[in-house]
């Protein structure tokens, strides 16, 4: 989990941004990584508790990037019942 609403509002402007994410919305975006040449899903989690969080989903240019999309669904399902579990 890294940077926040900013950092993510300031990654769809930037240079290393690729393409938005059609089936997770207007809260994912696909950029090219500060850490290397590789794609990164980066999707906003707009969470009651701490607020809107970025997390960014990474892999190696070797990889199919396919695969980070479920995993980024999957993520935000568990963060989500995690903040249920919390709130009741």
Do not use: H, M, Q
Not at 21 to 32: F, H, S
Not at 58 to 65: S, T, Y
């Amino acid at each position: 989990i890294s940077g926040s609403k900013d950092t993510f509002d300031r990654g769809r402007k930037s240079n290393c941004f690729l393409e938005d994410v059609p089936n997770l919305g207007d809260d994912a975006y696909w950029r090219t990584s500060l850490y290397g040449n590789y794609s990164e899903l980066c999707v906003l989690v707009n969470n009651d508790t701490y607020g809107p969080y970025l997390i960014s989903l990474a892999i190696n240019e070797n990889g199919d990037k396919e695969i980070l999309i479920p995993l980024a669904e999957r993520t935000i399902l568990n963060l989500k019942k995690l903040n249920d579990t919390k709130t009741n």
